[in-house]
């Protein structure tokens, strides 16, 4: 079994993973357009660039996401997608990229469960927690 987040965006689902792709070092395994797709007949002409389905693999976890439609996108509320890395130095670095062009919700900071710990909302909207984890 695999348990994955799947996120919706407003438009700018290429973007975002080619973001998240460079910045985590994973690697994009499937980038499909609505216009790419068996379906694409059926899709609004202004349509057929957004993302149907992007997968991103990253560390031995995935990341899925895709283009909502305009009448059926929601902001993303009550859940983050969660980061852990090793080291203070790595949790400062992955905090200081992704959070880059968002809003910082908890700056990154020692707490009584980690050696670093932070919440924000990148620039895609995506509500992030990166948490440094020596454990895993």
Known sequence: MQLNAYLNFNGDCQEAFKFYAKSLGGKIITMQTHGDSPVADHVPAGWRDGIMHARLDVAGGVLMGADASPEHYQKPQG?????????????????????EKGTVQMPMQKTFWSERFGMFIDRFGIPWMVNCDPTI
């Not at 859940?79 to 959070?99: D, G, H, I, W």
């Open 79 to 99: 859940l983050y997608v969660s980061l852990a890395v090793t080291t203070p130095q790595e949790a400062e670095r992955m905090f200081k990229v992704l959070s």
